[in-house]
């Protein structure tokens, strides 16, 4: 599977923003999700992806990572052509799912989350490509 993007969590979408676009980034899109509890910036640069991820409030998953470990890194994000085979081929080796079934995502697309335990620490997001 491609690596689809990078996730960033942090409070400061302006500063970022400006750091990020020094190294050649321009902002793709941005979305709000507020089931997800947060506002993400999607950034590009030669067909590589970053998503700035700030918490719509402190009591969200990502408001509690910053409380938690400040900003920085917060997910790794994967394509894959069928995000329903994919979540059935992780539970089927026992994969401890956060998200059983596909949810929308950045811009309308499916995803779904695994546990960072799964991958040695690392949160990952499945990004059905194509959506």
Do not use: C, N
């Not at 997800?36 to 409030?57: F, I």
């Not at 917060?74 to 994969?95: I, V």
């Not at 956060?98 to 811009?107: H, W």
């Amino acid at each position: 599977m491609d690596l689809h993007h990078v996730g960033i969590a942090t409070p400061e979408p302006e500063a970022m923003l400006e750091r990020y676009r020094a190294l050649g980034y321009t902002l793709e899109a941005e979305d709000e999700l507020p089931q997800q509890g947060v506002r993400a910036y999607m950034l590009e640069s030669g067909g590589h992806r970053l998503e700035l991820l700030v918490p719509l409030d402190p009591e969200t998953p990502v408001g509690r990572f910053l409380e938690r470990r400040g900003p920085g890194l917060h997910h790794l994000a994967f394509a894959t052509p069928d995000l329903e085979r994919t979540l059935a081929e992780l539970a089927a080796a026992g994969a401890p799912l956060i998200d059983e079934k596909p949810r929308r995502g950045f811009g309308g697309h499916r995803v779904a989350f695994v546990h960072p335990r799964w991958y040695g620490g690392v949160l990952v997001e499945f990004v059905e490509a194509g959506a």
